[in-house]
């Protein structure tokens, strides 16, 4: 009985720095960048400003490296500074249902705990929220067995930035090229974020910069309430507890999406429950009726407003500007609900041209705009390619691998909540919904490939003959 | 800066369920079991009893099923129950550096609190800590807002048991036979624990009895502190902050394992550090000296005292048990460290007999004794037999597929921290250190395995020429 302690949640995660993806140096670069790059594009994209973003990784020892990330977003407020970066569990977008890259509180104070953890280096913040508010510099620690932030450093700073954000972590790594490189990773979110303009200065090698593509913004996702649809019982009666509506009809229509009148009525109805009857008068019995009715009723799709895809247009171009491929297609298939929550799945495939026709076909991954590198096989959307039987579509498959032919596959998934498989959000977990909304959007541009590639041998046996 | 609010372990967990291993309905009812089986064999083991457990399954309805695990351990002390049941990242394992089935302060309240998520029911609990106490009977839920324990009742019991705990957990699952299932980890538990009894009775179906294989106790692995290969810079700059030792000679010797008069004296000589130096005076680059030093010195191996291997004996005992083969060979590897921690490999195999030829061998995954079913995959141990190259040891084997043959591998990894993929414990995360360790065994048993199989193609072929 001594021995029964609390755990925090920091010193939890510094012994498991391996689920939030900081298993070894070269990892752990490509993780602290994208921590902070997606939470600069997120900020950007709520304050509805066009990204530009600015990232240099720095050689500061054989296996240590500085990376710093700017963003001209809207920048953070002083008093929010070290929970943000000192704190996990500490964030805007755990609460808010709607298309982030971020879900979880813990990314970037994660980064800077590695940092800290393997250089004893605080991480430093310079952020200004417009040109009438001082800038403001902060080196900042996580206190480790309390969760909590310490601020080793807070003063006013002098940049001549109209409003924005630079995080700057000093971190072990071991800095690599090539595919899962944090080049790699660079170069896909720039291309599945064509709003964004991207500066980026490798170490010890020239900057890179990517344009915007586009210079309009992706409509921005509207924060939903939850769908019905698999959402558990244990949630209802919390609901049911917590909710400021004054009738079952009105938590009802408040608290979920896509719950109508006519819905509530029919609802209600089957269960035997009055719908003006107060919600914290139900008892358990009336919410288990309650919760098997709503699982059955007939209910419109989610709204599409709280996620955003890329698009075909976009992805089609995307394909072609990265590769040489005679044949490039897309598709973006409607919404659908797992636990409560809407999600998307798009896919763009490149086929021919100068894709090695001998090799495993090239699978990228990605959640919510930003690239998977890690944890292939552990991804459900790798499970999905590999369920799908591609001799069908004229390639050879060998049990349990790959196809092999000359084919790309771009895979994107857009949630409201992504279930990755850790913290980490390396991988995708195996939800059925998500992998049959996968499957049938393989097979579909699977059976146009088919009919592309019939065609095209029509046609070259028919000149043949002449 | 208003949306920005803490989120609570209890909220996140319940959103990730899935990380868990609470992603459907199937694996959660094995998970559950699993939490529950591992705190009752966790428990005997500390208090030197040999365990006696009662594992019942009931039906209650099509999708549900309530689980009640019965053990003979030491009971739990009436002020803890609360929050052991009602608090996730609270208990007794996680500050203790020893091979231990737990270690996260997570499992048991977790299942709990999806049993609650699915069915609205709390988690129920009887204990006796002894002839002379009363038993308890306590209904406990999770407040899952506040990460705080609701105790629905608290009172006393009738029981007559000497000492025991019984949690019995109502929850939405489902409920399979054959491979993954509930009965195929009771029977692994049973094999990898021959010092366990265990009733098992599974749903709609007669009780099974696995009884005691051996009436002693194993090594109870000792608590040790950190060994010092791979122990980061901010541990150790954290370690000299918090130690109670009044010198940096004390400090080493007495928060870390292995390091002694000449190892202190070697290693404050070559990071020019005085040994009788107060430790929070050491500035941060005297502790990155240290710590550079400390990683090349040359130090003992762990002490083997913190783990509680199987044992070769007790795994070809488990192995002929349980298949019928021609040949079974184990191997036990000495100790090694991964990140301060010592972890050890075993490996058993099965070879011929009534093993299919044609199939993929047969893959057995543990750790620290308990059978891990989900996430092959994502695992390290899949991933280091399926870098064997098995053609050498007389299997055919396609690229990225385990081998085919007539094989039974079981391999078990016992640690006093393992590194899994995810909270769900179900996949060990790729540390290059143990899976060296891993390959290190395989190719020994590979070796074995193709000098008995050339030995008995010999004699085969000299009875034909006879
Ligand atoms: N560059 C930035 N500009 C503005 N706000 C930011 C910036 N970086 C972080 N934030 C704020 O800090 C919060 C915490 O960030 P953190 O990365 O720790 O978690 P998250 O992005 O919410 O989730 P995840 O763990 O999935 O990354 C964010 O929710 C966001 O509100
Ligand atoms: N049957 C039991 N008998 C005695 N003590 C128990 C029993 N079950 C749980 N405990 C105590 O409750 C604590 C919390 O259990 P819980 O399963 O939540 O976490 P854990 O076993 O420490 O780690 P993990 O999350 O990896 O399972 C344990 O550390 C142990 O001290
Ligand atoms: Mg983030
Ligand atoms: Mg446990």
Same mark, same amino acid.
Do not use: C, M, Q, W
């Given at each position: 009985a001594q021995k029964q302690r609390e755990i925090s949640v920091s010193e939890f995660f510094v012994k498991n720095r391996h689920l939030l993806g900081f298993d070894n140096p070269q990892k752990a670069l490509l993780t602290a960048v994208r921590e902070c790059v997606d939470n600069s594009l997120d900020a950007c994209s709520d304050a509805g400003i066009l990204p530009s973003l600015r990232i240099e990784i720095v050689q500061r020892a054989e296996n240590r490296f500085r990376i710093s990330v700017e963003d001209n977003g809207p920048g953070i407020v002083r008093g929010q500074i070290p929970k943000i970066f000192? /704190?996990?569990?500490?964030?805007? /977008?755990?609460?808010?249902?709607k298309q982030q890259r971020g879900q979880q509180g813990i990314g970037v104070s994660a980064a800077g705990m590695y940092g800290q953890l393997t250089t004893g280096k605080p991480v430093t913040i310079l952020s200004r929220t417009g040109p009438n508010a001082a800038a403001h510099h902060f080196d900042v620690t996580v206190d480790t067995k309390k969760n909590q932030p310490l601020v080793l450093r807070d003063e006013k700073a002098d940049w001549d930035v109209k409003h924005g954000t630079r995080v700057t972590i000093e971190l072990e790594a071991i800095y690599k090229r090539g595919r899962r490189s944090v080049d790699d990773y660079i170069e896909q979110t720039a291309l599945a974020n064509p709003h964004a303009e991207i500066h980026y200065a490798p170490p010890n090698q020239e900057a890179l910069h990517y344009p915007r593509a586009v210079s309009v913004l992706p409509q921005e996702p509207k924060e939903i309430k939850p769908h019905p649809y698999g959402v558990e019982l244990g949630m209802l009666m919390r609901l049911l507890q917590d909710t #400021?509506? %004054?009738t079952v009809a009105a938590a009802l229509k408040n608290d979920?999406? %896509?719950?109508?009148d006519k819905v509530v009525a029919e609802v209600t109805k089957s269960a035997l429950? /009055? #719908?003006?009857? %107060? #919600? %914290?008068?139900?008892?358990p019995s009336d919410v288990e009726r309650l919760h098997a009715v709503l699982q059955n009723v007939k209910l419109m799709s989610p709204a599409t407003n709280c996620l955003s895809p890329i698009g075909e247009e976009s992805i089609r171009a995307g394909l072609s500007k990265r590769f040489v491929a005679d044949y490039v297609d897309a598709v973006t298939r409607p919404p659908s609900v797992y636990r409560g929550n809407p999600f998307q799945v798009e896919i763009g495939l490149a086929y021919g041209g100068d894709i090695p026709a001998d090799e495993l076909i090239d699978l990228y991954r990605l959640a919510n705009r930003v690239p998977l590198q890690y944890q292939s096989s552990a991804c459900a959307i790798t499970k999905a390619v590999l369920s799908v039987d591609w001799r069908a579509y004229a390639m050879s498959m060998s049990k349990g691998a790959l196809p092999t032919g000359p084919m790309i596959l771009m895979i994107h998934i857009a949630s409201v909540w992504v279930p990755f498989?850790? @913290?980490? /959000? @390396?991988a995708i977990a195996h939800y059925p919904e998500i992998i049959r909304e996968l499957r049938l959007a393989l097979m579909e541009l699977g059976r146009r490939l088919a009919s592309h590639i019939r065609h095209r041998r029509r046609v070259a046996d028919e000149a043949k003959k002449k």
């Open positions: 000192g /704190k996990l569990l500490y964030g805007s /977008k755990f609460h808010t249902l #400021p509506a %004054r979920f999406s %896509r719950v109508s429950i /009055k #719908p003006n009857a %107060r #919600p %914290r008068d139900l008892t498989t850790s @913290e980490s /959000k @390396e």
